[in-house]
């Protein structure tokens, strides 16, 4: 069997992370880049936000040619009481794919996004809400808010579908939370660097408590605790070069 510290599932990971193409975060043109942006964990079918959820972003680029991207780094942070965290941006990446882990939830949608062309002009840019069904599969049509953007960058930024995270509460069998838990897991997963904080150490620490409650498989024990190991290691070495 592959090792899990290499390989990145082949299935498509659901997207409750935020799109990478074009994030954005407001600044000011007199002042320099941001460096961090406050995103925001939130439970999809409440719309409340989720206190304790730890998040794990990768930031990637394009490896020059078409659809293929490589992870440079892997940063991680826990929402606060509010369901507030706060996550580096990095001027070569931009900002990260994100996800986030927290007992009883799975992998959720937001109902915000940008859309253009709404009125037939191609230049205005809207935020449209959407509801998403039981699975995730299907999105229908709420409504479209009535500001009009002059720009995408406008849009997302006011539909924060970059950075905020979304999770549902999870029903299933302990096998499907294994899979569950497995996904996540991949979500974690970088060949780049750490990043400036403990990376996905707190990720992968807390996957591991519950896959060894619902008594996973050997093997993906195993290797879990060797991409802590690694996560520790990377943690070490960047502190140490500060």
């Known amino acids: 069997m592959a090792n899990r510290k290499h390989v990145i599932s082949a299935r498509v990971a659901p997207v409750i992370f935020a799109a990478l193409a ?24 409440t719309a409340q936000p989720i206190a304790g959820a730890i998040v794990v972003g990768r930031y990637t680029s ?22 507030w ?41 809207q935020v449209q809400v959407v509801e998403w069904n039981a699975d995730n599969s299907r999105a229908k049509l709420v409504r479209y808010e009535p500001t009009i953007y002059g720009s995408q960058r406008e849009a997302i930024a006011a539909s ?13 069998t302990t096998e499907a939370r294994l899979d569950e838990l497995h ?11 750490r990043g400036t904080t403990t990376g996905p150490r707190p990720f992968f620490e807390a996957i591991y408590v519950e896959e060894v ?26 502190k140490a070069k500060k």
Not at 160 to 172: C, K, M
Not at 183 to 193: D, H, K, P
Not at 224 to 235: M, N
Request: one cysteine or more; charged letters at 25%; glycine letters at 12%.
């Open 183 to 193: 996904r996540l897991t991949n979500a974690g997963i970088c060949g780049g660097r």
């Open 213 to 238: 409650e619902l008594a996973d498989r050997p093997y993906f024990l195993q290797s879990l605790r060797e991409l802590i190991a690694d996560a520790a290691s990377g943690a070490d070495n960047a």
């Open 160 to 172: 924060r579908q970059e950075v905020d995270v979304y999770i549902r509460p999870f029903s299933g």
């Open 22 to 45: 074009t994030f954005v975060v407001a600044c000011s043109e007199a002042g320099p880049p941001p460096t961090e942006f406050r995103g925001r964990v939130i439970d999809q079918d």
């Open 85 to 125: 965290f706060t996550m580096p941006i990095d001027p070569r990446y931009g900002g990260p794919l994100m996800e986030a882990y927290h007992r009883g939830y799975k992998w959720g949608r937001g109902p915000r996004w940008a859309e253009n062309g709404i009125d037939g002009n191609v230049n205005h840019w």
């Open 62 to 83: 394009s490896r020059g040619f078409e659809g293929s991207t490589s992870c440079n780094l892997v940063e991680s942070a826990v929402s606060d009481q509010d369901g």
